[in-house]
Nanobody, 122 residues
Framework: QVQLVESGGGLVQPGGSLRLSCAVS????????MAWYRQLPGNARDLITL???????KYADSVKGRFTISRDNAKNTMYLQMNSLKPEDTAVYYC????????????????WGQGTQVTVSS
């Protein structure tokens, strides 16, 4: 019914940049908060940044000043610009969105993308 599709991951050298995208599709009425998480093998998913429907943003200390979250509400797409990448940024990155659909116009439900691998290595 609702799909989140991430793209833009890959291998990059330390100090390099990548831009992730998260496109939301389906029977969408509206999207509230959207967020990026990352996960290392054997670890829980950590919230690194989020954006509200009005464009307010928050960042984890580990990425503040290097990563920028943005969204294009007309395209139902969220982005993560990652600059000055470090080896410790290596992880699988997931997007999450709270979506109101035509099936349930009263409530927002949580949806996740499938994840995209980011590897920072020389």
């Amino acid at each position: 019914q609702v799909q989140l599709v991430e793209s833009g991951g890959g291998l990059v050298q330390p100090g390099g940049s990548l831009r992730l995208s998260c496109a939301v599709s389906g029977s969408i009425v509206s999207i509230a908060n959207m967020a990026w998480y990352r996960q290392l093998p054997g670890n829980a998913r950590d919230l690194i940044t989020l954006t509200t429907s009005t464009g307010d943003t928050k960042y984890a200390d580990s990425v503040k000043g290097r990563f920028t979250i943005s969204r294009d509400n007309a395209k139902n797409t969220m982005y993560l610009q990652m600059n000055s990448l470090k080896p410790e940024d290596t992880a699988v990155y997931y997007c999450k969105a709270y979506v109101r659909t035509n099936r349930d116009r009263e409530n927002y439900s949580e949806y996740w993308g499938q994840g995209t691998q980011v590897t920072v290595s020389s």
